[in-house]
């Protein structure tokens, strides 16, 4: 069976097993993905790369750790979570990820103009000063869910806390959000 065809689990279990070539396919099915997660929390490319570059390395190094049972995506999202928010702690700021506000206002405002140009600017800039203004652990469940497109599950996995969690920090998160968003008439 090619390595392509087996799970993430399975291929896992054949590193596990010592075939170290088979991390390589879980590289490539998750690098592009973590580094875009880790680049949404920490807001600096050069620094996800590394955060990135050092999740894999802590998966290769603990893999025999892993449960077989388990999901692998949620156990490798958790050492890039717990790497992004080390680096985050050791700058002692939490900055604020590019939020589009497409994610969570999906429906267009108006034709593409100059006028609309204008207004979606002010939008984005209004609502990433909203999101800067939220705590860490509300800001990092809208940017999984919202961002990221991850189940309440699997976000409740990573964060290691119960689905019920995720679903009150997400909704406290919204009307947290809704506090610190101006309110101008983007009209």
């Known amino acids: 069976m090619a390595e392509i065809n087996l799970s993430d689990e399975q291929l896992a279990d054949q590193v596990q097993q010592g075939k ?7 590289v490539g099915r998750y690098e592009q993905k973590i580094l875009r997660y880790t680049r949404r929390l920490i807001q600096n490319h050069h620094d996800a790369e590394d ?10 190094q603990n893999i025999k750790s892993f449960d077989l049972n388990a999901r692998w995506s949620p156990w ?20 604020l990820p590019f939020f589009d506000p497409d ?22 800039k209004d609502l990433e000063k909203s999101l800067n203004q939220l705590k860490p652990k509300y800001r990092e469940v809208i940017i999984m869910r919202y961002l990221e ?13 119960p689905v019920g969690t995720i679903s009150i920090r997400l909704k406290r998160a919204l009307v947290e959000l809704k506090k610190h968003y101006p309110s101008t008439n983007y009209e």
């Open 103 to 124: 994610v969570l206002f999906p429906h267009p405002l108006a034709p593409n103009d100059q006028q609309t140009d204008l207004i979606n600017n002010q939008l984005k």
């Open 76 to 95: 490798l999202y958790r050492i890039a979570h717990n790497l992004s928010l080390n680096h985050l702690k050791r700058l002692s700021y939490l900055p």
């Open 51 to 60: 955060i990135t570059q050092d999740t894999f390395l802590k998966a290769f």
């Open 20 to 26: 170290v070539t088979a991390f390589n396919e879980l």
């Open 149 to 161: 497109d991850m189940s309440y599950r699997t976000i409740a996995d990573i964060l290691k806390v």
